[in-house]
């Protein structure tokens, strides 16, 4: 008997019972969808939480003050104490001492309500420098951005995000016109581009709506406070990705020294980058796939219970037909051979129909969701491999168990 043979005939057996291989194929097409939705939604998520974070700079870093103790012992959390000021800034901004920096932004900032006629809106004041915009990379969308000159003259003036300015003036162009925060009158001077917004499960963030006005201006006339040189963070931009690792090291050493810290361990900042975000946010989804994929390997598992439990009901069906065969010079290895292929030919209908309703799932899906879920052709031939392997596994032993019936017993098998 050819190989031909051996399909035609292995073929011919599962669609004698349709409805029993039906229900077979159903659960090994479940097992792998799940697979393919599973592995699709874990990419896409990592894919989305990487292009957010690139978004912001794949070259950047993020120094932040260090914490507060206060008389009672009670620790407040990163960001808390006044440890950077602006004289930290502009001692990263010089090319002799750290030459992997490209631009140096200091920010401080908070949340107040900006007021525009009789329209008021809550936003995030942003104090900083003209490099705010280069290390954001962000561009302008009308107006101009913030200069120099504003800085050292404490200008009373602001650039909106594309947000916040449509909130403010919805009918009218935005520049030239004027808010007020907290009783002090600030001109628009420009707006920002949109970049879009960032949405997760948990959290909700729009970086278009802001408003940026100079790190002067915030500190004397807006945020006040017992130091007007504190800042709340210094963005830091490398002049490459690669040059990223020399230029982290460049801050920590001179900050340590600037603060008078010998020990690195003692540090009163924290410096994170974009790298050590992404990382951090792949393995959590990672994670969470594989926690997944697990529970949908279970139900291919299951699959490969039910393609062995056809095959052994069918070869108790079959003992006479097998016997016969037998009878007639069909040798142990072909009918192994020939319930292989019916048990091959379960797992590949369970695979390529399964495949199939993931990427059907994979492109309505999302809508449904909220979420992306990415198309992985690796994961598709491998679910659609898997399935195959299973009808193979799971059949080699009915296969084996008809193979060995002896002829004589089989014939005269009721």
Known sequence: MSWLESFRTGLN????????????VLGILIGIAAVILTVGLGEGAQGQVASEITALGSNLLTITPGSTTSTAGI??????????????????????????????????????????????????????TPSWITVRGETIESGRFLDNQDVTDHE????????????????????????????????????LNSVGSSTSSSTVSDPDDTAVVP????????????????VSSIIVQARSSDDLTAAYQEADHLLLNLHGITTPADADFTITSSASLI?????????????????????????GIGV???????????????????????TP????????????VLGLSGGALGAALGIIGAIFLPGAVGDPIAISPVAVAGAIVVAMAIGLVFGVYPASRAANLAPIDALRSE
Not at 284 to 302: C, E, K, Q
């Open 13 to 24: 057996g599962v669609r004698t019972h349709r409805l029993r291989s039906g229900l077979t």
């Open 75 to 128: 620790r407040g959390g990163f960001g808390t104490a006044g440890t950077l000021t602006t004289f930290d800034a502009t001692a990263l901004d010089s090319t002799t001492v750290a030459p992997d920096i490209k631009a140096v932004a200091p920010t401080t900032d908070s949340s107040e309500a900006l007021t525009a006629g009789t329209t008021n809106w809550t936003t995030t004041i942003v104090g900083s």
């Open 279 to 303: 990382s951090t946010a792949t393995s959590v989804d990672r994670t969470l796939t594989i926690l997944l994929g697990g529970v949908a390997g279970i139900s291919l598992l299951v699959g």
């Open 308 to 330: 062995m439990n056809i095959m052994l009901v069918s070869v108790t069906e079959r003992i006479r037909e097998i016997g016969l065969r037998k009878a007639l010079g069909a």
């Open 215 to 230: 790190i002067t201006t915030a500190a004397e006339e807006i945020f006040g406070g017992t130091s007007r040189n504190s």
């Open 156 to 191: 009373a003036v602001v650039v909106l995000g594309s947000a916040t300015a449509s909130e403010l003036f919805s009918r009218e162009d935005p520049v030239g016109q004027t808010v007020d925060v907290n009783g002090l009158p600030l001109t628009v001077v420009g707006v």
């Open 333 to 344: 290895r072909l009918i192994r051979r020939q319930f292989l292929v019916e048990a091959s």
